[in-house]
């Protein structure tokens, strides 16, 4: 396929563009959640980031992947707008995501600085606490074992963890760090923080400043769940780092939106990061992408596409093609160990529903609107 014009940074990405007490349950207020199809299916989650009263829609996965909407659960916090935004008002990856372990959803509230913690039942959900974001505007936030840490965009830039005990997420004493990225209400979209990321094994935190920093921060995580006082700053100019997935190796696999590309990484103990591999997208708004079995898949927010990647041992890239999607691609996610992927589309609050061939190939096998979630982002299967 001919390259497309590259665009400059932020017009790439332009048009991408103390605890609260919960109740015990939330009320499905769209259809009924059945658990019973569970065993050979599954569920897929999509968070609407509506201003008027966030919610997680839940959808239920059959066996050859198809959704069906299984129950509308209020998160009991509001979506937030970043100024300049089109079809993703976060400009973010990982809004919502799931603890397979335990049974945890977590989502994020921009709008009300919260984060809220649900009971996962098959494609049933119970809100068990709505919690400060500690800090402003949070957007992303990832788990790794007893720990969870949330991601805030804006003030500047900042995170907070928490500990996870069963259901329950309880604030780490001392886990709060500040980014010192600048940013506030009135920046440009481009220059808040897209995501926070534990590797693999735990040992390392990394988030991707975007146009802000065009780096990528590397924390230490210690024993105790707190980070180190200080990250490995991995300077990156150029590039608007927006998105991270991890491939073999522990390789460090990055959606560049300035170049429009997709670039591996080797990560060190030390959180410095070395450049194994880059290839471009030649599509528009490259911003997010997401691991499915043995590829990845960047999200092309422009052009209305996904582009499929096979990362190899070394850190080398084998392009496997572009996809269309509806309007404004924004965060995915994969399902049944890679055979499935779930694509939002921003602009009409679609999530694109393909199957995973052996080759990487997707085919289309249907679509769901997300209800009140035009411009949403956060997706998470089970």
């Not at 997935?245 to 990061?273: D, I, W």
């Not at 509806?326 to 009409?348: C, E, H, I, N, W």
């Amino acid at each position: 396929m001919k390259a497309l014009s590259r665009i400059i940074p932020a017009a790439a990405a332009a048009m991408a563009v103390a605890a609260f007490a919960a109740p015990a349950a939330s009320a499905a207020t769209s259809g009924s959640g059945h658990g019973s199809g569970q065993a050979a299916g599954g569920a897929v989650f999509a968070l609407t980031d509506n201003t008027a009263g966030n919610a997680v829609i839940a959808y239920r996965r059959a066996p050859d992947g198809t959704l069906s909407q299984a129950g509308s659960y209020q998160t009991g916090g509001l979506g937030g707008i970043l100024t300049g935004s089109v079809v993703d008002h976060t400009a973010s990856q990982g809004a919502l995501a799931y603890d397979e372990d335990r049974g945890l959803l977590i989502a994020v509230n921009p709008g009300s600085n919260t984060i809220s913690v649900f009971r996962v039942d098959g494609d049933r959900l119970t809100l068990r606490q709505v919690l400060p974001s500690g800090g402003d505007f949070p957007v992303s936030v990832t788990v790794q074992g007893d720990h969870a840490y949330v991601l805030n965009a804006l003030g500047g830039g900042s995170l907070y963890g928490y500990r996870i005990d069963g259901d329950r997420l309880a604030p780490v004493q001392g886990s709060y760090r500040a980014l010192g990225l600048g940013t506030t209400a009135g920046s440009a979209f481009t220059a808040t923080p897209g995501q926070v990321a534990f590797t693999p094994d735990g040992s390392q935190l990394l988030v991707t400043t975007k146009a802000t920093g065009n780096d990528v921060d590397v924390f230490a995580v210690r024993g105790d769940g707190r980070l180190s006082s200080a990250p490995t700053v991995n300077a990156l100019p150029g590039a608007v780092p927006f998105a991270v997935a991890f491939g073999p190796n522990g390789h460090v696999v990055l959606a560049e939106a300035g170049p429009n590309a997709v670039a591996t990484y080797r990560l060190s103990p030390g959180g410095t990061l070395a450049q194994l591999a880059v290839a471009d997208t030649g599509q528009m708004a490259t911003c997010w992408i997401v691991k499915a079995g043995a590829f990845f898949y960047a999200s092309n927010a422009g052009s209305g596409s996904v582009s499929g990647y096979e990362a190899g041992w070394s850190g080398g890239l084998t392009a496997l093609g572009h996809t269309a999607t509806d309007a404004g691609t924004v965060d995915a996610a994969s399902a049944a160990s890679g055979r499935f992927l779930y694509v939002q589309t921003g602009k009409a609050g679609i999530v694109d529903e393909f199957a995973v061939a052996a080759d990487g190939s997707l085919t289309s096998i249907g679509s769901v609107t997300v209800p009140g979630g035009a411009g949403g982002e956060g997706i998470a299967a089970a």
